[in-house]
């Protein structure tokens, strides 16, 4: 789905306050963040899994977004992603455990929406900032740092909720269900959640 940017269908900038109400950091995001850290300074300088990723995929490979989204990504799942959601230019989307942004942007860019990334990242969410930036989407974008179990969110305050490969990675069940709890929560009454996740045997 590709909704043309004409003038009058152009989402509104994201404000400020949209984002005023991410969650305190604690120790345990802290280190849950520095781990990630470590993992997104790693994936943005493979050029292995980039190879790799680009020889397995071929024409489904998102050549324009490098490295793109963590793990697996392609752009017949983004496309679906997009489609899914069935959002409209100016629609609210959340992307949750958003890493360095790179579905996220694909998805605004696509779609003309607009997008509240979070993650507990710092280095993620700075290669987003970037990525939005580079991609003159940055207007549209906003990025902060929250734990998926308790996102400071307000109550339906989102059109709709993507996450790709971050839920599954939560260590404890308990922890996992919350966060879905939550997404629930920031979800207008309708809106639609797009998930996808890695089944694990824990
Ligand atoms: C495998 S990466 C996926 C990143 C992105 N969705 C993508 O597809 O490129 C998982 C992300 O989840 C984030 N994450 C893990 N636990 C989290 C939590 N409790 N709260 C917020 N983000 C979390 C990590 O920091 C990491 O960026």
């Not at 900038?13 to 984002?19: F, N, P, Q, T, Y």
């Not at 989204?69 to 629609?91: C, G, I, Q």
């Not at 490969?165 to 996992?176: K, S, Y």
């Amino acid at each position: 789905m590709v909704i043309p940017a004409e003038d009058g269908n152009r989402a509104p900038a994201l404000r400020g306050e949209d984002l005023d109400a991410v969650s305190r950091e604690t120790p345990d995001h802290r280190r849950i963040g520095s781990r990630w850290d470590a993992a997104h300074a790693r994936r943005a300088g493979s050029q292995t899994l980039t190879r790799v990723q680009r020889e397995v995929y071929g024409d489904d490979y998102f050549e324009d977004v490098v490295p793109n989204s963590f793990y697996h990504a392609t752009l017949s799942d983004l496309k679906r992603v997009a489609r899914e959601l069935r959002t409209s230019p100016r629609h609210i989307l959340v992307d949750l455990g958003c890493g360095s942004g790179a579905p996220a942007v694909w998805v605004i860019r696509e779609t003309c929406a607009r997008v509240i990334g979070v993650d507990l990242s710092g280095v993620g969410l700075e290669q987003a900032r970037e990525r939005a930036r580079a991609w003159g989407v940055q207007e549209r974008a906003r990025v902060g740092k929250s734990d998926l179990c308790a996102l400071g969110l307000k109550d339906a305050s989102c059109d709709g909720a993507m996450s790709l490969d971050a839920i599954d990675v939560i260590p404890r069940a308990a922890d996992r269900t919350a966060a879905i709890r939550e997404a629930a929560r920031v979800l207008k009454p309708g809106g639609r959640m797009v998930l996808a996740t890695w089944e694990q045997d824990r």
